[in-house]
């Protein structure tokens, strides 16, 4: 989470940590904020005051990552030994508590070509590649899901190309 | 001769009696036992997870807590106790077997802070990384029952109500074979008497029978087989089987389309409270209604009522069932009825069970005894609709000097990573149920129809800044209709950016624009948006000259809120059965229906409605850092208002009109969007914007669609599929066409984007 107070205030800021390269300037973009008052390219929001209720962000101390990895650990020893419902089911709830991580959809795409559930390996795994941004070694396990579970449907040359969406990315 | 032909004719006829008692006799052995010896499922809602930075205030776990039965107790020493301490909850959970495994029952202390769980901890001090609340029990289905039953057994069942109604609607029931053969030889007499066929003459079997197997018409062809199927359904079953089914089935009350039949479900709806803890005056008014469950109908007709009441309490004391102490004391009594029929905690949600339930299973397989199932509806949830809405609808009402209930109002709430079904509300009053706004009434949606007219632009290569032409336009459609949509505010806008139209809801550029990309096209992007059915081919429906329920609304939004993929909507995690273990598993179904980069432009222009379109004062209406996105729609002489929008992992779709179909002084900006901004404001929902695909880019656009420096006065960040863009930078004031050779330009912002 790298959601503070300061950063929340600037949506514009906001969307540029999410583009690729910008998490490398975002001490940068603090500075820029912190000196300037306004967003310079959306038309401000003639600075109305904020009900009191409303200015903190409810930003608790400990956040949901450590149980989503917990769940992904407990899954991966399900996986282990081929209780693939009962990593599923954990995947699943690791889901409802944070969906945003692709992560949990790469996983959820290793389940599926365990259960040999191809088509569906492929689809799960397409969702996870529309969430994952700057992360070049998940986009790549994503791709090379993508491509074992293209070959399990006898689409090689899909399965090829994935695979080489992978190595582009420079993770073989 | 004439002796043999009769003889034939005779013989004849009695075997195709044969024929006929063994048809009926299946059909009286396969109703009987469907309707008898199926144990109802259970039914529960989600299970609260407890972990450090679950998003949920120490006051929303004590509400919840009181709503699954702990008790506050300065002690906390069993199951089922809680201590609250400012932001501390000490809990002793229950436990519960759940579809994917057993939650074991113990004691947990719940640190607050900022309305989050700051952590969770067992007595000892150790952390614990996830524990979670037993679901609340939601309710029960029969299966093959289409409307909700309280079952009751013939022990629970007070013994005075049993022999009362023996002694009013059946005398002789405990010693007849079925029929009483005074009673027809009555009946028949009155019939030919009177020349038509009113009469009853039933005993509590034939009742019975009519009830299960026959249509309510009076035929003598249908009383023979109710006969002869009471004669058989005595020979197949005891006396107390007959009487438990009697109680169950038989029909007391209406309400809408909803029928009440069994005293159980009659006591929790005429008095609010279980069979067994009904008095004397309050069973023989349930015995009473038998007779007709409208005309003697408590609420409508108190005077009727309460005369039926005493009628009935004096045959009981003549026949011996109560005492004349019981007798004087009860006839002295109120009604007593309460003045809300008791229901059924979430109907409309319930609805949606049975119905997914009915639709995803055999009959056989429902009929399995002591189903649990494990649904996605979230108390929390659903606790705040039922607050919110009909609060909001009343302060609406008081705003526009309008009569308080004149509006009603329908809202879906999802998880669109899940396609969940969270909460559900089918009208204003959500403890009734009835007509179930949000999955069965079809109103115009119209703007929100427009995202797919957007969607279908961008897939044909159109960005977000490409300009496009509000002026006014006339469509003739294939029947040869003229079709002239004119904006809301009656002006054109020359020609805004493509983002801006849809922002603004422009109806001029949005009809033109549809047009122009192709009307099989926008249908197409509508089918695959996940609307279930085929709109008329008319050029109006890209406008939203169509009626979809709140629930089809929320399932053609999630695909936009799910970056592309559809997930069907789902009220059914598990279905487990008592030794077979998990029937059936509804788990995480997604399918790629449109290239996420394109949708995720969408959202973009979605999120600025949320800024500086239709839906601006959602900046007000909420904490102001929130990412949102979402449409107003508003029909026709504002018959319809509706918003649908998502932050984070909520969706919530709201529909507010009248019932009548008539106009209000309401858009869906005044309308309904308030309305979904209290709801989200109760769901608190992770209010981040999630991961961009990683071939967008953003580029600073001047008004007039022209990638220009950022430096530029009015240039704005405008989100591109990388290589859609035009080429280089253009001066400050150029058109989006006139492209100047790429202007060099070195600041920070470039850097940053390029």
């Known amino acids: 989470m790298v959601a503070t107070p300061v950063q929340l205030r600037h949506t514009q800021v906001r969307r540029w940590l999410a583009t690729p390269g910008a998490l490398m300037l975002s001490g940068l973009i603090l500075v820029g904020c912190a000196t300037q008052s306004s967003d310079p390219f959306r038309p401000d929001t003639g600075g109305k005051p904020e009900s009191p209720a409303r200015t903190e962000t409810s930003e608790p101390a400990m956040d949901s990552g450590d149980v989503v990895a917990g769940l992904r650990r407990e899954a991966w020893e399900q996986q282990a030994v081929g209780e693939w419902e009962a990593a599923a089911g954990l995947l699943e709830r690791a889901l409802r508590i944070d969906a945003s991580k692709a992560e949990l959809y790469h996983q959820i795409a290793e389940v599926r070509l365990g259960q040999e559930r191809f088509a569906e390996a492929e689809q799960v795994a397409a969702k996870g590649l529309s969430l994952v941004a700057d992360d070049p070694e998940l986009e790549a396990s994503l791709w090379r899901a993508t491509a074992q579970a293209r070959s399990g449907q006898g689409d090689m040359s899909g399965a090829r190309e994935a695979r080489e969406r992978a190595c582009a990315l420079g993770y073989c | ?754």
């Open chain 2, 1 to 754: 001769m004439v002796r043999w032909r009769l003889f034939q004719v005779g013989l004849l006829g009695l075997a195709v009696l044969v024929v006929w008692m063994f048809y009926l006799n299946a059909v009286v052995r396969d109703g009987f036992d469907g309707q008898r010896f199926s144990i109802p499922a259970r039914v529960y809602s989600e299970a609260q997870d407890l972990y450090a930075g679950a998003p949920v205030s120490a006051d929303r776990v004590e509400i919840l807590l009181d709503d699954l039965g702990y008790r506050s107790s300065s002690r906390v020493n069993q199951p089922g106790r809680y201590r609250r301490t400012g932001q501390t909850i000490e809990v002793h959970t229950r436990g519960f077997e759940f579809w994917d495994g057993a939650e074991p029952a113990r004691r947990l202390l719940l640190d607050f802070s900022q309305g989050s769980v700051n952590r969770v901890s067992e007595p000892d001090g150790s952390a614990v990384l996830l524990a979670r609340l037993d679901p609340l029990f939601i309710g029960q289905i029969y299966p093959g029952v289409s409307e909700d039953r309280i079952l009751v057994s013939l022990e629970t069942v007070p013994p005075t109500l049993v022999a009362g109604l023996i002694a009013v609607e059946d005398q002789h029931f405990l010693d007849h074979h079925g029929i009483s053969i005074v009673g027809i030889a009555r009946a028949l007499w009155a019939n030919v008497t009177s020349g038509s066929i009113e009469q009853g003459g039933s005993t509590l079997t034939q009742q019975l029978v009519k009830n299960l197997y026959l249509s309510p018409d009076q035929t003598l062809w249908r009383k023979a087989n109710e006969a002869l199927m009471a004669l058989l359904l005595e020979a197949h079953y005891d006396k107390e089987a007959i009487l438990e089914t009697y109680l169950n089935e038989v029909y007391i009350g209406q309400q809408g389309r909803r029928s009440i039949n069994g005293f159980g479900l009659g006591a929790q709806f005429f008095f609010g409270s279980p069979l067994p803890s009904l008095d004397i005056h309050q069973q023989a008014m349930l015995v009473g209604l038998i007779k007709g469950p409208s005309y003697y109908n408590p609420r409508r007709n108190p005077e009727r009522a309460i005369q039926r009441r005493n009628v009935v309490l004096r045959v009981w004391r003549e026949a011996g069932v109560i005492s004349q102490a019981d007798y004087e004391h009860a006839t002295r009594q109120p009604l007593d009825v309460s003045a809300v029929p008791g229901q059924a905690s979430y109907p409309a949600f319930m609805d949606l069970v049975r119905r997914q339930l009915a639709e995803g299973y055999r009959k056989e397989d429902l009929l399995a005894e002591g189903l649990t199932v494990f649904t996605t509806l979230n108390p929390l949830a659903q606790n705040s609709l039922e607050q919110r809405v009909p609060a909001k609808l009343a302060e609406i009402e008081r705003q526009h000097g309008l009569q308080a209930g004149d509006l009603e109002a329908a809202a879906v709430v999802t998880r669109p990573s899940t396609g969940d079904v969270l909460a559900l509300l089918g009208g204003r009053k959500p403890e009734l149920a009835g007509f179930n706004r949000a999955l069965d009434a079809r109103r115009p949606v119209g703007s929100l129809m427009k995202p797919a007219v957007y969607l279908a632009a961008l897939e044909q290569g159109y960005t977000l800044a490409t300009p496009i032409s509000d002026a006014e336009v006339t469509v003739t459609a294939e029947d040869g209709k003229l079709w002239q949509p004119r904006n809301y505010d009656k002006t054109s806008h020359g020609t805004p950016l493509l983002m801006d139209a849809l922002v603004n809801s422009y109806n001029q550029a949005t009809a033109r624009l549809g047009m122009t990309v192709g009307l099989a096209e926008v249908f197409d992007v509508i089918d695959r948006l996940g609307v279930d059915e085929r709109p008329p081919a008319v050029p109006s429906v890209m406008l939203g000259a169509h009626g979809l329920s709140p629930m089809q609304v929320a399932q053609y939004f999630q695909t936009i809120a799910g970056n592309g993929f559809y997930t069907p909507l789902n009220a059914i995690r598990a279905v487990v059965h008592p030794e077979d273990g998990v029937l059936q598993r509804y788990d995480l179904s997604v399918e790629n229906r449109f290239r996420p980069e394109q949708v995720f432009l969408l959202q973009e222009a979605l999120h600025e409605v949320t800024r500086q379109g239709t839906a601006r004062s959602l900046r007000w209406r909420l904490p102001e850092h929130w990412w949102l996105a979402g449409k107003t729609g508003t029909t026709d002489d504002n018959r319809d208002a509706w918003f649908a929008g998502y932050s984070g992992d909520r969706q919530a779709v709201v529909w507010v009109g009248r019932d009548g179909n008539e106009p209000t002084p309401l858009t869906g900006s005044t309308g309904a969007l308030p309305v979904w901004a209290d709801i989200m404001q109760a769901l608190n929902p992770v209010q981040e914007r999630r991961g961009q695909p990683a071939n967008v880019e953003w580029l600073p656009v001047n008004a007039q669609g022209a990638v220009v420096s950022e430096r530029c006065d009015g240039a704005r960040p405008v989100p591109f599929i990388k290589g859609t863009a035009p080429n280089g930078r253009s001066r400050c004031d150029a058109g989006a066409d006139t492209q100047t050779e790429g202007e060099e330009d070195d600041s920070w912002w470039q850097r940053l984007f390029n």
